[in-house]
């Protein structure tokens, strides 16, 4: 009987697949590493500034000219915390809107939908949501945002202004029953009383219409 007749070299290409696996497996583990740094860089700069407690409230100040004294009110259906801004003198179409403190634009454009609501037809279509607005990163995770803003706004995104440069004019895009400044300030994902000249504006729910008046002291430096 013949035992299997065999060359002596084993034919088997396993060897080579270890080798083509090895280099395989290796490709694997570097992508599994770079995917673990991703993520690790990722939740670093994305995410631990988020649970980074807030900084101190930036001194804000109310955003309209200063020595203007404006009517701040909420009304029931409002939101908390939510600040509309009106004119005590002359008409509110047109007025300058001033950021409230220094910051970068991180918001210049459109919420929702315009509508129709200009000077020349105040009672036109309404809009949604909050029309022609502005969002303002102050740092500390402090923000401010401007909302019912007459046209697009004269800053856009990524751009630095300082406490008191005009942003835009007070319209009445988006959904708003008259031209008004919508307003708020919030502190890391959440809205907070607005405080302006470092004084509580006493607006902080919408169980009730409310209004006060304050003066601004928005003023040019000096
Ligand atoms: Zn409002």
Redesign the pocket.
Known sequence: MLGPVTTGHPTSPRPHRRGRSRRTRAVLVAVAVAVVLAVAVAVAVLVVPLVRPAGPRPLFQLPVACGETWQLG?YPG??DY???LFPTEGRAWGRPVLASYAGEVTVAGINGSLGGRTPEDPDGPRGRGGGYWVKIDHGGRWETQY??LLEPPLVRVGQRVAQGEQIGRVGSTGN?GAP?L??EQRRGWEKVESYFDGAPSGITHDDTEYTVRRESNNCPPG
């Open positions: 909420t409002h939101d939510d600040v509309d909302l019912h708003s008004h919508h307003y």
